[in-house]
């Protein structure tokens, strides 16, 4: 891979640990936190494929309301105190620990750094600030651009249009398989960043490489 590469970044589950927002008010959320955690992830992903297939868009930070709310209902309930507490922690995720020194050491070589998300703009804003990853970032491409989830390709060609590439010229790391497989099917060279050890899917869709954390990219 070129030292000097477009490298183009998922967000959430990525770069951005989706389950630290829970960890942080374990005890406030009480028996069921991972529990309540693991659903209320899943459903924000389901609320997007499903919006994107009926052409009813709404913004992923009213879609992550309504997974909170759904999770929330399914684990018994929470009180108001822990749901705003969470939704705000959703704003400022933990970076995985591997991130900035890999982001760090690519921009060092020369790349372009990006990240493609379903968020908000203000919800990426809030989050790579917080996460002390603005000075490596090029400014985030929200879906808002375009009102649609990944894995729509209108999303995908949101990179061509900023930076005028071809697919071909754009390394793309998610650490979601579906993700991958949007972009494989793009035409971006992809890595699947399986941090959670996941067993493969979309076979016909594969990436190009598959590492068990970010900091792989440095030696691809």
């Given at each position: ?81 822990a749901r705003e507490k ?72 949101r990179v061509g249009a ?59």
């Amino acid at each position: 891979m070129s030292e000097h590469a477009l490298y183009v970044f998922d967000a959430y589950g990525t770069l951005l640990d989706v389950h630290s927002a829970v960890a942080r008010h374990r005890a406030l959320v009480g028996a069921e936190a991972d529990r309540l955690s693991d659903i209320w992830r899943t459903k924000q992903l389901e609320y997007t494929w499903t919006r994107s297939l009926m052409g009813a868009y709404r913004d992923f930070w009213a879609l992550t309301e309504e997974a909170l709310d759904f999770a929330a209902a399914r684990c018994g309930g929470i009180s108001a105190e822990a749901r705003e507490k969470l939704l705000s922690a959703y704003e400022t995720l933990d970076a995985f620990a591997d991130v900035a020194p890999t982001l760090a050491a690519l921009k060092a070589r020369g790349a372009k750094l990006v990240i493609l998300s379903n968020g908000t703009p203000a919800m990426l804003d809030s989050a790579v600030r917080s996460a002390g990853l603005g000075d490596l970032l090029d400014p985030s491409i929200s879906v808002a651009d375009v009102g649609v989830f990944k894995t729509d390709a209108r999303v995908y060609e949101r990179v061509g249009a900023r930076y005028g590439v071809a697919p071909q010229a754009v390394s793309f790391q998610s650490s979601n398989r579906w993700d991958i497989a949007g972009a494989t099917k793009f035409g971006f060279r992809t890595v699947w960043i399986n941090r959670a050890k996941a067993p493969d899917e979309y076979r016909d869709l594969p990436p190009a490489a598959v590492l068990d954390g970010l900091a792989g990219l440095l030696t691809l």
